[in-house]
């Protein structure tokens, strides 16, 4: 940016720290700070060298919304092992939230550190606008595709960790591939394979509810988690929207195809786990697919 001076801040770390050897200079500027598990959402307090559990608290309980968030920040900086950023309000204030992950007492968990900025605001052309008036709408982009409207690779990976931690049962997990997409954009062209990916995306927002998450997963893969149904249940609710997917007209009498499966998660099936087996239910249907 013009006339701006990059800042090599030496607070923003790439990797696994120990907690020990931060240096707290680097943190003044912020106002609070805990140490949590994003896996089992536990909290911790770490005092004379020795770590606590917080016990009948989750790390959630601050945004007193009684549920996990839709887009955990500090998983994604766990299992990326880079600093992340967040804008969150706790009791009606606006934070700057920075998260990390650190090493203590050779356990891996995540330094969150707030800092107040309730009293900021947005320079616009015409007017300031508040920070906590658009924290809302700054949130959902973060788990929403702004291109296809379905929930972000994210977003599905945090939600599928949660039902893992949580055990609960039925959950069922559909997963969906285009056929052929390489082909259909060289052919046809990349304008062809956006529309594609658009109409499926329709198709699949037509099932989201609050315990229904279609997402896109990658270029041209989708999942769609259900929790709380069994693998009949979910394709009873899907079979409108499934049919729809059979055949996709592109150009010139050529139909795109979808390869998808479905599976029902098992009693202490870890998200991976469960994930994969799908997965490969639903490259063995693709793989006949491309032989036709």
Request: charged share 25%.
């Amino acid at each position: 940016m013009k006339h701006l001076v990059k800042i090599e801040a030496n607070s923003d770390y790439s990797g696994i720290i120990d907690f020990n050897n931060i240096n707290i200079d680097n943190f003044l500027d912020f106002d609070y700070y805990r140490i949590v598990n994003p896996i089992t959402k536990d909290v911790f307090t770490y005092e004379n060298n020795i770590l606590r559990k917080i016990e009948n608290y989750h790390c959630y309980d601050i945004w007193d919304t009684g549920k996990c968030c839709q887009y955990c920040v500090s998983t994604d900086a766990l299992v990326s092992s880079t600093t992340r950023r967040k804008l969150e309000q706790i009791d009606g204030s606006l934070f700057l939230a920075k998260v990390f992950p650190i090493s203590i007492e050779n356990e891996v968990l995540v330094l969150e550190l707030f800092q107040n900025i309730g009293d900021s605001y947005v320079k616009t052309k015409n007017e300031n606008i508040k920070l906590s008036n658009i924290i809302g709408q700054l949130n959902d982009l973060a788990s929403v595709e702004s291109f296809s409207g379905l929930l972000t690779h994210g977003f599905m990976f945090n939600k599928l960790m949660e039902i893992s931690r949580e055990n609960k049962l039925p959950v069922s997990l559909i997963c969906m591939d285009i056929d052929k997409m390489k082909y259909i954009n060289d052919t046809f062209g990349h304008f062809y394979g956006d529309t594609l990916i658009k109409t499926i995306a329709n198709e699949l927002n037509k099932l989201k509810r609050d315990d229904i998450f279609p997402g896109r997963t990658g270029g041209d893969e989708f999942q769609i988690i259900y929790y709380g149904y069994t693998k009949q249940e979910a394709l009873k609710i899907s079979d409108n929207v499934l049919n729809n997917l059979k055949k996709i007209l592109i150009e010139d009498n050529y139909y795109a195809s979808i390869s998808w499966a479905i599976g029902e998660r098992e009693d202490g099936q870890s998200s991976k786990d469960f994930m994969n087996m799908v997965d490969k239910k639903m490259y063995k249907v693709k793989k006949v697919h491309h032989q036709s």
